[in-house]
């Protein structure tokens, strides 16, 4: 117990300077392609770019936390701390290690946010177009966006699990896996297409209220 809350501090003192890269990054790119602009368009490509930025800038700082959170999550896993799982990351495969999957997690995480946003902007349009402030539109509308871009964008979470896992793998074939495109052989392989649908209804609850309360 006493581990999970040192583990659940972790995150919080982590995640509380991603996200205001995240909403930093989105709102400046978005003044400058005048998404903001009071001209009663839509402007679903700046949305979509705004989103990309975004998470571009702070995947960069959580890469290495997620890959040390994917390793404490493996089952069998010994390590007591973030601190001790991260120094015994770099020891044995050094600090490339914690970003081998940066690649495949914004090749993820750019589609996701693009299509969450322009979703997310699309809806509110619909839902509230007079666009005044409802906290009950911004959770309608950020919840149904977070739930189709978590279904779109499984296949390359499966993947980004495998190669962020390798490491500890026991089976060589997967500790060996290089890049996108060699996960992604070893799950067909192994599992067929299904294989990539993995985790997709729990990916899709578990996605819905944090993108709806993030707003």
Known sequence: MARWRCFQ?????????AHAVYFASYEAVKQ???GNDDDGKHHPFAAATSGACATI???ALMNPFDVVKQRMQVHGSSYASIA???RSVF?????NAFYISYPTTLTMTIPFTATQ????ESLSRVINPSKDY???????????????AAAVTTPLDVIKTLLQTRGAASDAE?????GLRGAATIIKQRDGLTGFTRGMRPRIITTMPSTAICW
């Open 9 to 17: 501090k972790e995150v919080n003192d982590r995640l509380g300077p």
């Open 32 to 34: 400058a392609m005048g």
């Open 57 to 59: 800038a702070s995947d």
């Open 84 to 86: 001790q799982c991260a």
């Open 91 to 95: 020891r044995s495969e050094g600090l």
């Open 117 to 120: 946003f322009v979703a997310y």
């Open 134 to 148: 409802d906290p009950f539109t911004h959770c309608v509308a950020g919840g149904l966006a977070g739930g189709v």
């Open 174 to 178: 997967i500790r060996n896996a290089r």
